[in-house]
């Protein structure tokens, strides 16, 4: 029940919760970032709180249901305002209505900054539009750590759907390239340490037991969408039953990377 930690580095930890939903605290020595407000019922800034004394604000990988149920417990919570409508959709809507969430109403969130200075410790957000519009990255410099929500995954695909609010694969190409020349112009490369959204998923690859999040699984997921647009990728196609009704699923791999794709039976 609740939360769990663990340090993942000198000045972070993972937070786990029973829904499978990661957070991630930053603790600087003026403030402590926190990535994420997961889904649970228990409070997250009490427990925060027993972690560092430092003041914590939230920033939100994207705005969708199980990242923001308890962004509401913090003053400051900043959102890449492209996903605006849809956090305000996911934060009212029917996915959250289990757990009596506490979110913050749309218009209280803080447009993301570029660069976030806990003090001793320089936090820079990289947009990767594709997941959904407002999707990014978290870049932390001095512990060689990037935190990726569902960016590209957490091991065993991105999921992809315009009924949540995701990209044609084209748009995604593209956002991925954007990234990646940022990113190693922040000086990130194969040695850094990747964290997504749902961590834990990278036991669940259909391409390795261990195929946690990467630089590389970034440029490989560019380079799957471009030949899932072209026609000529890996995939497996079936029908399964999602959140929408009965849908079309298209799994595609190239690499490292994994991507799954949901679109409407026509
Ligand atoms: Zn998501
Ligand atoms: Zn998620």
Redesign the pocket.
């Known amino acids: 029940m609740g939360y769990t930690n663990r340090k993942i580095n000198n000045d972070s930890w993972l937070i786990q919760c029973d829904s499978h939903?990661s957070m991630y605290l930053i603790e600087g020595t003026e403030k402590a970032m926190l990535i994420d407000a997961g889904m649970e019922r228990d409070n997250l800034a009490e427990y925060c709180h027993g972690l560092t004394e430092k003041p914590v604000f939230c920033v939100l990988t994207h705005g969708?249901f199980?990242?923001i149920g308890r962004c509401g417990e913090f003053a400051e919570v900043y959102l890449d305002l492209k996903d605006k409508e849809l956090y305000r959709q996911h934060s009212i809507g029917p996915f959250l209505k289990e757990i009596n969430p506490c979110c913050k109403e749309a218009e209280e969130l803080l447009e993301m900054q570029k660069e976030f200075d806990l003090g001793g410790i320089q936090v820079v957000s990289v947009s990767v539009p594709g997941h959904t519009l407002g999707s990014v990255v978290f870049c932390d410099r001095k512990n060689h750590t990037v935190y990726c929500?569902?960016a590209i995954g957490s091991g065993c695909g991105v999921?992809m759907t315009a009924g949540l609010g995701s990209l044609p694969l084209k748009e995604y190409a593209e956002g991925l390239k954007q990234a990646i020349m940022e990113l190693e112009g922040l000086g990130v490369d194969d040695e850094w340490k990747f964290y997504g959204?749902?961590y834990g998923q990278h036991h669940a690859s259909r391409i390795s037991d261990h195929n946690l999040p990467c630089l590389q699984m970034m440029k490989d997921m560019r380079v799957l969408c471009e030949k899932m647009e072209e026609g000529n990728a890996d995939i497996q196609e079936s029908i399964k039953e999602s959140p929408f009704g009965k849908a079309k699923e298209i799994i595609g791999i190239y690499g490292c990377a994994e991507l799954q794709l949901l679109t409407d039976l026509k």
């Open positions: 939903v969708h199980d990242h929500g569902d999921l959204g749902h």
